[in-house]
């Protein structure tokens, strides 16, 4: 007998196919869906989703269960992009992935999937749920590698209480090795990178299709004018690459780093060296907060953070919340804190949930 109806987000990849696969194996009954999120072709006509649903039919075919498509581009349009457009207008740099999550995944995905009768949804997500008397914690993925909790913080426990994440509890090669057993051709496939709806495109390239170039100075702390860019937001706290300065007069050969962005005036402020001070930040500010739990918590409240995915857990201290925001002091200073990102909380492997950076100090 059928445990139940689950609809699956099935990508095309390799973890959304092991996911159907783990979970029509537990005796659920099993349905595939495609989110169909961008319109736009990339250069050369290919479209880029083609490619994948192909694989996720593929896939469908082999565990045998109905694999549907889902145009979700307007409500991806309308409720993400929009979004990312906005905060890169006004120089911030932001997370569409985190945004996805919410709006769409865990959202326009849901919603059509509980009216198709389904009892929950899953995707191939490293993260774990742990239900505790009736409570729901959004807990990190077994595999510390590839652990995608900190693009879940914009969960609630309505979402989280109609949700499931099988592979969680798997390291990514044994995830590989279960999709090249059951003989799916996205077992050796590659893990998308980047934001999906850049593809394989420079990012500056693509960004210029929606956000025109200004040029503007590139200026030391002191002032003094040392090259030229082509629009504050193009570039992000801490990068290096492409700034296109060198060989100053005066300068040390160590690498340049943005540590600085003035919008109204359209100039990017730089430092040399890995490690300047000028790009380290002990305090945050963030903003438009969501707690998992639906709670706050009492403050001072010691915890942990990241400021970006990739982030070790950093000790920090939350000393201030009021009206969906709160102020964060660390426990040592971080490096290139970026206002547009998110800042998510950690009780060890617990998400306590998170927010969008707006200030630093």
Known sequence: ????????????????????????????????????????????????????????MQVC????????????????WDRVFSNFLEEYKSGRTPNPDVLCNQEIKFSAFLSHATDSGAEKIATGHYARITEVNGHYQLRKGLDCNKDQSY????????????????????????????????????HDKKDSTGICFVGERPFREFLSRYLPE?????????????????????????????????????????????YKKDIENNILFVVQGHDHELLYSQKLTATD??????????TPFKCAAKTRYRQADQACTITHIDNNSCSVTF???????????FVVFYDEDICLGGGIIDSTS
Not at 9 to 26: N, W
Not at 62 to 73: E, G, K, R, S
Not at 161 to 180: M, N, Q, T, W
Not at 289 to 298: F, Q, Y
């Open 1 to 56: 007998m059928s445990k139940g109806k689950i609809i699956v987000g099935v990508s095309g990849g390799v973890d959304s196919s092991v996911t159907a696969l783990l979970l029509k194996e537990q005796g659920y009954e099993v349905e595939g869906l495609f989110m169909k999120n961008w319109e736009e072709q990339l250069p050369g006509g290919e479209c880029m989703w083609e490619a994948d649903v192909e694989d996720a």
């Open 61 to 76: 075919d082999q565990l045998d269960i109905p694999l549907n498509t889902v145009d979700l581009a307007s409500d991806y």
């Open 151 to 186: 693009f879940l913080c914009r969960l609630n426990q309505a979402q989280l209480s109609l949700s499931l994440f099988p592979i969680g509890e798997l390291e990514k090669h044994e995830v590989r090795e279960l999709a090249k057993e059951a003989g799916f051709q996205t």
């Open 214 to 258: 200004q040029a503007g100075e590139i200026q030391t702390p002191e002032g003094e004018v040392i090259g030229q860019h082509n629009g504050v937001f193009y570039y992000t706290l801490g990068q290096r690459q492409g700034l296109g300065i060198g060989g100053i007069q005066g300068a040390s050969d160590s690498p340049w780093y943005i």
């Open 289 to 298: 907060i969501n707690w998992v739990s639906g709670a706050a918590p009492e």
């Open 331 to 341: 426990d040592e200073a971080q490096r290139a804190v970026t206002p547009g990102q």
